[in-house]
């Protein structure tokens, strides 16, 4: 093969490549990143034993700047961002790559108790989730908010922590947020007491 036709042939292939890959790449702003379920008061409930949020998952949306979805991205391709805690988070798509509709879904756990801020458990910790897909890191994210049933945070749910979740029990307070662990916007009830139950003890 004489080297001008080597030369075009691998020309032909660089282009073929970067059409490929230019047909690929994500749009940040029209790629988006979402609860899904979408909820307006979603959160994780934090502790060591590491606890399911009341949605299901999040989902991660691909789209190039034509609007088109982008399939057949491997979950591998996804980088998370986390402030404000410790979390797992894991593809829950099957297989694990967008769809036809560029969606692929990813569950998320709390590792840990997160610390509220400035130490003061009548707000919730903000948490919050950015993504890049390959090297693009789109333009919006999702924000949670952590409740952990150690109220004073000294590694034990303990008859301290019963007191302060009994003051907010059966009530509808911005003050009793901090014991809303299913994040039903409501009456602090007999399901948030049976999550703050599971997890009375020492660490």
Same mark, same amino acid.
């Given at each position: 093969? !004489?080297?001008?036709?080597?030369? +075009?042939?691998?020309?032909?292939?660089?282009?073929?490549?970067?059409?490929?890959?230019?047909?690929?790449? %994500?749009?940040?702003?029209?790629?988006?990143?979402?609860? &899904?379920?979408?909820?307006?008061?979603?959160?994780?409930?934090?502790?060591?034993?590491?606890?399911?949020? %009341?949605? $299901?998952?999040?989902? #991660?949306?691909?789209?190039?700047?034509?609007?088109?979805?982008?399939?057949?991205? =491997?979950?591998?391709?996804?980088?998370?961002?986390?402030?404000?805690? /410790?979390?797992?988070?894991?593809?829950? /798509?099957? %297989?694990?790559?967008? *769809?036809?509709?560029? $969606?692929?879904?990813? /569950?998320?756990?709390?590792? $840990?108790?997160?610390?509220? =801020? @400035?130490?003061?458990?009548?707000?919730?910790? =903000?948490?919050?989730?950015?993504?890049?897909?390959?090297?693009?890191?789109?333009?919006?994210?999702? /924000?949670?908010?952590?409740?952990? +049933? *150690?109220?004073? @945070?000294?590694?034990? #749910?303990?008859?301290?922590?019963?007191?302060?979740?009994?003051?907010?029990?059966?009530?509808?307070?911005?003050?009793? $947020?901090? !014991?809303?662990? &299913?994040?039903?916007?409501?009456?602090?009830?007999?399901? *948030?007491?049976?999550?703050?139950?599971?997890?009375?003890? %020492?660490?």
């Amino acid at each position: 093969m !004489s080297r001008i036709l080597a030369g +075009v042939l691998a020309g032909c292939l660089i282009l073929a490549v970067a059409g490929v890959a230019g047909a690929g790449i %994500p749009d940040p702003d029209l790629s988006t990143i979402v609860l &899904d379920p979408v909820q307006t008061n979603a959160g994780l409930m934090t502790c060591w034993k590491g606890d399911a949020p %009341p949605f $299901e998952m999040i989902k #991660v949306t691909a789209k190039r700047t034509d609007t088109t979805p982008i399939e057949g991205i =491997p979950y591998t391709s996804f980088f998370f961002t986390v402030v404000g805690g /410790s979390v797992t988070i894991t593809c829950e /798509s099957v %297989p694990a790559e967008t *769809d036809v509709n560029g $969606e692929i879904l990813f /569950s998320i756990v709390a590792n $840990e108790a997160i610390a509220h =801020p @400035l130490g003061d458990p009548a707000v919730g910790t =903000p948490l919050d989730i950015d993504v890049q897909i390959y090297t693009v890191a789109l333009t919006n994210g999702v /924000s949670l908010t952590c409740n952990t +049933v *150690d109220y004073n @945070l000294d590694d034990a #749910v303990d008859p301290i922590d019963f007191v302060k979740f009994a003051a907010d029990f059966n009530k509808s307070t911005p003050e009793t $947020e901090r !014991s809303d662990f &299913d994040w039903s916007g409501g009456t602090i009830d007999p399901i *948030d007491f049976v999550k703050f139950a599971a997890h009375f003890g %020492p660490h």
